[in-house]
């Protein structure tokens, strides 16, 4: 714990000291496994001699010049116009970058890029909790989870019959259908997924995966989207 707040504050302190000195900053993201490049936007003094590239503007990674060009790991490649392209992201690469271009009477061009990687959404787990059950009337909580932070939940009802508020945690509806499908999608930044629940008439849901009526919710799980039904039958 100590260190995840340490690597917060350091976070912090950077974007803090970029905006201080006016240095150009820059975001962005990529999904762990995938590829990131990073791309200076600054080209004021081209053409450059050399191009070095800093984690935390302690540690250099990456330098170019007309002679050489090395990369502290082999997952890292740095272009002649001064992307950097790191491989194979892991999470502990979000970090904020700094590249160094010196042209070639001395200028310097400074910018900052703040990576964050994020992991995939995994596939959601939905489930419907049957509250009421009888020949006229079926309430329902349906449940959406993945055990993953920083992901936002949306439902989609179907087509022919519009909610207010999609996003609220609960939603009361009346409707008289034999069969419908709501589809629940988890989303980050870099990617989504989605799972749907198929209501059948008097009161049965069915998951893509398994029946799911009548199921407790989990309570171990980081994050949850629900949808609570009241459905009427005519």
């Not at 935390?56 to 082999?74: G, L, P, Q, Y």
């Not at 959404?121 to 993945?146: F, G, Y």
């Not at 997924?193 to 009161?203: D, F, G, I, Q």
Request: glycine letters at 4%.
């Amino acid at each position: 714990m100590a260190a995840c707040l340490t690597a917060a504050f350091l976070f912090l302190l950077f974007i803090v000291q970029a905006r201080e000195q006016r240095i150009p900053s820059s975001e962005a993201v990529g999904a762990v496994g995938g590829v990131a490049y990073l791309s200076p936007r600054l080209q004021k003094h081209m053409p450059y001699n050399q191009i070095h590239w800093r984690c935390n503007n302690t540690v250099r990674i990456a330098t170019w010049s007309k002679e050489s060009n090395n990369t502290s790991e082999e997952r890292m490649a740095l272009f002649p116009n001064g992307t950097l392209k790191i491989s194979d992201l892991q999470k502990n690469d979000s970090n904020v970058y700094q590249v160094y271009q010196e042209g070639s009477k001395g200028q310097e061009d400074i910018e900052n890029i703040f990576l964050t990687v994020y992991e995939l959404v995994p596939k959601p787990t939905v489930n419907a909790k049957v509250i009421r059950e009888d020949t006229e009337h079926c309430k329902a909580t349906l449940e959406c989870s993945v055990e993953l932070e920083g992901v936002t939940y949306e439902w989609i009802p179907p087509t022919k019959l519009p909610l207010e508020g999609v996003r609220s945690s609960k939603q009361h509806v009346s409707f008289s259908p034999l069969m419908e499908t709501y589809i629940c999608r988890v989303s980050n930044p870099v990617s989504s997924n989605n799972a749907s629940l198929t209501y059948k008439h008097p009161c049965s849901w069915t998951g893509e995966s398994s029946v799911a009526s009548s199921r407790r919710a989990v309570s171990v799980l980081l994050a949850l989207g629900h949808l609570l039904f009241l459905l009427t039958l005519a």
